[in-house]
């Protein structure tokens, strides 16, 4: 399949009566079927057994305690005030635990939502067979979108659906627009992807069609407009920080930062896309930067696509740059927007085959730099799984499983130092939790600047007294920070500890002297743990002295 076109450069080739890839797919008969089958037969088997095997961290599990805490979809928006998400995965997540009264809503709203995407990818999308089985069989769709249970599943579904519908978008523009709506909901990635997106679709409906609409189309495609634009409304009022969020500073926010970002990204466009195309150090980035750019420049033959491939890279890359680094899953969705961009040139793309610069330059694009790509993430994708099979990801799993089979535990009450470390605990055991920084019980911590920046050890402990005091039960502390601080064999000249959200812990001889004397070892929960929630627990014996 090559990207050659006839006209002007939109995807707009073809009246939409019924979605052109399905007539390819069809057309491949039994065998293609057998294929997409067995692929997605391998992917069940494998992130079935990787969920099964997984440990949730404290990112997935916050979700799903919003959700549980909320009576209502509209408290649940009240709650999510500082979150830095939108509210769709939230609510689907609110939903289905209502619906269920279970917590395992998790992991199979999850799976199911991946599920679909690699499905629809499989069955409808009009890409080679081999760059299917490289996205589905790659980090992104085995495990970073699927087993672990986070919105950026959603993204790639609705990038797909959006795909699959878009050649019928004269016949349904409504639903085109809730899909580009509910994208904008999913994440902040997502919203600066949906705008590309619909400048595609006015583009094709504006420019390259050079049509008039019928009177009775006029109202149908201001609903349209009107849906996304309230699509784009309450994702940022959702989203956006308050002057007491502590995770985003607003202040940092300029047009200089902007400016700075913008030109960074052209003179190295790869440097925040560095888990997607890579490069080793010694290159500069360059082989990196060629994967990046020829996987756009393989949309060359369609003007209006490529721009908004550009688009799309040049505004995460800004927001990769201003507000927050990238990740694997953030980093990702672009190269999932990439293929819903293929998805769309080539279901309309009827035209003959073609020789030439550009049409050379399309198939290195896209027989070439996407592959390579691909391959990339099925290596770190197997990786991923590995790791996520031998070791654990998060010590909250065996804790809660500790706490279970112990039932002097059972109506203990949790205090974490990192308050946030807990924050998992809860999908494991019902314990309640005590957050020591804002003096409250909860299962979120809420990272607010009128909470306790700063905590020390004997502080902690008197806290801790406090609270088993008043409640009438059993503390235990689950203490962090196990690199630099051990209470029992304090052999480090350093007296504090400053990290993330600019939290600080301090401690001095005689609070750790008071802390051994108030408190006994339980267990430690550190073993064979990648990630950060690693501790050991204490319970309070003694009251601390006055």
């Known amino acids: 399949m090559l990207l050659t076109m006839n006209g002007a450069g939109s995807s707009d080739a073809m009246e939409p009566h019924m979605p052109h890839q ?3 797919v069809s057309s491949q008969g039994v065998g293609h079927k057998r294929f997409c089958w067995a692929i997605f037969s391998g992917w069940c088997a494998i992130v079935v057994v990787t969920s099964l095997r997984h440990e949730f961290w404290r990112d997935e599990v916050r979700a799903l305690s919003l959700a549980m805490d909320a009576r209502s979809l509209w408290d649940l928006s009240g709650l999510l005030q500082n979150e830095g998400h939108p ?10 635990y209502h619906a269920t009264g279970s917590k395992l809503v998790l992991p199979v709203l999850s799976v199911l939502i991946g599920g679909s995407a690699v499905l629809m990818f499989l069955f409808h999308a009009p890409l080679p067979r081999s760059t299917k089985a490289l996205f589905v069989l790659s980090g992104l769709a085995l495990y970073d979108y699927t087993v672990m249970a986070r919105n950026y599943g959603i993204s790639v579904l609705l990038l797909f659906v959006f795909a699959w519908l878009y050649p019928v978008r004269q016949n349904h523009p409504i639903l085109l627009a809730i899909v580009l709506a509910l994208l904008c909901n999913t994440n902040v990635h997502s919203l600066l992807l949906a705008c590309p997106l619909g400048g595609l679709w006015a583009w094709d409906l504006f420019v390259h069609r050079r049509t008039l609409f019928p009177s009775g189309q006029v109202v149908r495609y201001a609903l349209a407009v009107t849906i996304v634009a309230a699509g784009v409304f309450i994702s940022l009022a959702t989203m956006w920080p308050t002057g007491q969020s502590v995770v985003s500073d607003q202040s940092v926010y300029t047009a200089s930062q902007v400016l700075r970002a913008v030109l960074t990204t052209l003179e190295d466009p790869a440097l925040t896309f560095h888990n997607i195309a890579p490069s080793p150090r010694r290159l500069l980035g360059f082989p990196g930067n060629v994967l990046l750019v020829g996987s756009m420049l393989g949309l060359i033959r369609r003007p209006a696509p490529l721009c908004a491939a550009l688009a799309g890279w040049l505004a995460l890359s800004v927001l990769f740059h201003v507000v927050y680094f990238s990740d694997y899953r953030h980093q990702g969705l672009f190269l999932a927007f990439l293929l819903t961009l293929y998805w769309i040139v ?4 009827n035209s003959p085959r073609q020789v030439g610069l550009l049409d050379n ?3 290195v694009g896209l027989h070439g730099c996407v592959p390579v790509m691909l391959a990339i993430l099925v290596g770190t994708g197997g ?3 590995y790791q996520d099979l031998v070791h ?8 809660g499983s500790f706490l279970r089979r112990h039932p002097e535990y059972a109506t203990s009450i949790l205090i974490g130092e990192p308050d946030y470390a807990l924050e998992s605990v809860r999908y494991y055991a019902d314990n309640r939790l005590y957050i020591v920084r804002e003096k409250r019980f909860g299962y979120t911590v809420r990272f607010l600047r009128s909470a306790q920046q700063q905590l020390s050890l004997g502080e902690l402990l008197r806290v801790a007294w406090e609270v088993q005091t008043r409640e009438r039960r059993d503390v235990l502390i ?12 304090p052999q480090n000249p350093v007296t504090s500890i400053a990290y993330s959200f600019g939290r600080t812990f301090t401690w001095s001889e005689e609070e750790l002297n008071a802390w051994n004397a108030s408190t006994a070892p339980v267990r430690q929960f550190a073993d064979d743990v990648t990630g950060d929630e690693q501790y050991t627990i204490y319970r309070l014996v003694a009251p601390p002295p006055r």
């Open 22 to 24: 399905q007539a390819r």
């Open 87 to 96: 509210m769709l995965w939230y609510a689907l997540l609110w939903i289905a």
């Open 346 to 349: 080539l279901a309309a793309d």
């Open 361 to 363: 330059v399309a198939r």
């Open 383 to 385: 990786y991923r799984v």
């Open 392 to 399: 654990q990801n998060s010590a909250s799993k065996a804790f």
């Open 478 to 489: 689950a203490l962090g920070h196990l690199d630099q601080f051990d209470p029992r064999h």
